[in-house]
Nanobody, 122 residues
Framework: QVQLVESGGGLVQAGGSLRLSCAASGRTFSSYAMAWFRQPPGKEREFVAAISGGSTYYADSVKDRFTISRDNAKNTVYLQMNSLKPEDTAVYYC?????????????????WGQGTQVTVSS
């Protein structure tokens, strides 16, 4: 059983920054790609960023503002969010990619955290 626990969310003004963390249990953390998704109020969950080996992938809406990284020694994946906008307001989830295929599809991921709320005020 794998557990993913997100932290670091909160309330921030537009233009500010936050860093989200996701701590994972399990001995094989480094073997899997990891990703961040978000779910804005009243909308479907959407891809934000993913990291696989030395490669990173971003949604167009966050490219050049967000950075995903990981520390395999700490079993932790991070999402540094800069220049935040009110439209970034959402619950942010980390997830483990288990199935092959697109990084953008939620059905390629098998474990999810409980989510952390990010609210950006204008």
């Amino acid at each position: 059983q794998v557990q993913l626990v997100e932290s670091g969310g909160g309330l921030v003004q537009a233009g500010g920054s936050l860093r989200l963390s996701c701590a994972a249990s399990g001995r094989t953390f480094s073997s899997y790609a990891m990703a961040w998704f978000r779910q804005p109020p009243g909308k479907e969950r959407e891809f934000v960023a993913a990291i696989s080996g030395g490669s990173t992938y971003y949604a167009d809406s966050v490219k050049d503002r967000f950075t995903i990284s990981r520390d395999n020694a700490k079993n932790t994946v991070y999402l540094q969010m800069n220049s935040l906008k009110p439209e970034d307001t959402a619950v942010y989830y980390c997830s483990r990619k288990y199935y092959s295929g697109s990084y953008y599809s939620t059905n390629k991921y098998d474990y999810w955290g409980q989510g952390t709320q990010v609210t950006v005020s204008s």
